[in-house]
Each structure stands twice: as C-alpha cells, then as structure tokens.
T-cell receptor
Framework: DQQVKQNSPSLSVQEGRISILNCDYT??????FLWYKKYPAEGPTFLIS?????DKNEDGRFTVFLNKSAKHLSLHIVPSQPGDSAVYFC???????????FGTGTRLKVLA | DAGVIQSPRHEVTEMGQEVTLRCKPI?????LFWYRQTMMRGLELLIY????????DSGMPEDRFSAKMPNASFSTLKIQPSEPRDSAVYFC???????????FGSGTRLTVV
C-alpha cells in the first residue's frame, strides 16, 4: 500500500513556464517532507524540504507547498528550465525515525 | 568528499546465482540506507543501519536478501539465490544525525536473467 503517491507519472512544460508537481500522502502522522531530483544514471539528489509546522518553503526557483488538511504537497518550479528535466520524487517521514517513504516519481520534461 | 560510492554500477547475473552489492558511505555519516527502485513501486526502503547496527529491515522482501555493515565505511547487500523479479536499481544512501537529507550513491543496476 503506497503511503506516498505521485499520481502523474509524467509532465511536459514549456521553458519559462511554471511546473507543478503533486504528491499525496495517506498518513497524517508524517511531519517532514522532501523533494528529490534524479537524472538518468545518477542517484537522487536532495532538492528542498518542508516541516509540517510550515505551509510553504522557498529556495530560489523552487517552492514547496504543504496542505495538511488535504494531505497534499506540491513542488513549483518557476521559471522552468531545460536542465530541470528529470524525475522528481517526494518523500515523507515521521518524527523520531530516520527513514523516508518515497513516491513513485514524476518525470518532468521541460521543452525548449 | 567522494560521496557515497557503490559498486558495481551494473551487474548481470543468471537466475539462482548469488549477487553482492557494495556501498561505501560518506565518512562521518552514521546512518546508511539501502533502497530499491522499480517502475511500479518507486524507491522502496529495504533496510537501514545506525552506527553499523541494523535498525529496521522490515522492507527486506524475503529471506533471500541480507545486508551487513561490518564497519562504518562499508556495507553489503546480498541476494541469494537471485531471481528475475529482483531486477532493479539498488541505491545506497547515507546521512548524519543533524541533517535531514540523504546523500545517495549512483546506484547499481541489477539484471537477473
């Protein structure tokens, strides 16, 4: 049973526009969330995170939004660049644990 | 720092053979994680260690899988006997207690034929 779900396997966006990647979770006890980016033949790399005490965290072109009531988080990339083309994974964890539960990933393609 | 180092990068083996995947975490990182990536299930946690001690192995699929961490700079994931359904990319990751993010290795792509 997937506790962290990324229902869109792929997304295509024009360069310069906004990319919105979505993630849903089922367990309301999750209190820390992260996004990872993965290029082919490489390991995932940490992108941005958010604690459940916040509803937004921003880092440059990347913003993560958390809606606890809906058990939903999203990653916004503005403006999108061709170098952003990758697979994006969201992940969640509980306080006091050190393991993350990952979604299945969304492949983003930014078209030049 | 060289990052998390995994070997081999690619492994092709026949069904029934033993496979050993290796990982060297970042020096000073006291947590080590083994994940498996498949199209259907994404990144699944198999097992993780803290200070070389296995903490949670609930994700290990079955007894054919075993993992060890004999010291702070080395871990292995062994599959014996291997089966075609074990074909996946296996990632090792490490982290410190003070930083939430993991650092992943480049992965080992395992193909069992």
């Amino acid at each position: 049973d997937q506790q962290v779900k990324q229902n869109s396997p792929s997304l295509s966006v024009q360069e310069g526009r906004i990319s919105i990647l979505n993630c849903d979770y089922t367990n309301s006890m999750f209190d820390y969330f992260l996004w990872y980016k993965k290029y082919p033949a490489e390991g995932p790399t940490f992108l941005i995170s958010i604690s459940s005490i916040k509803d937004k965290n921003e880092d440059g072109r990347f913003t993560v939004f958390l809606n606890k009531s809906a058990k939903h988080l999203s990653l916004h990339i503005v403006p999108s660049q061709p170098g952003d083309s990758a697979v994006y994974f969201c992940a969640a964890s509980f306080s006091g644990t050190y393991k993350y539960i990952f979604g299945t990933g969304t492949r983003l393609k930014v078209l030049a | 720092d060289a990052g998390v180092i995994q070997s081999p990068r690619h492994e092709v083996t026949e069904m029934g053979q033993e496979v050993t995947l290796r990982c060297k975490p970042i020096s000073g990182h006291d947590y080590l994680f083994w994940y498996r990536q498949t199209m259907m299930r994404g990144l699944e946690l198999l097992i993780y260690f803290n200070n070389n001690v296995p903490i949670d192995d609930s994700g290990m699929p079955e007894d054919r899988f075993s993992a060890k961490m004999p010291n702070a700079s080395f871990s292995t994931l062994k599959i014996q006997p291997s089966e075609p359904r074990d074909s996946a990319v296996y990632f090792c990751a490490s982290r410190t207690d003070s930083h939430y993010g993991y650092t992943f290795g480049s992965g080992t792509r395992l193909t069992v034929v």
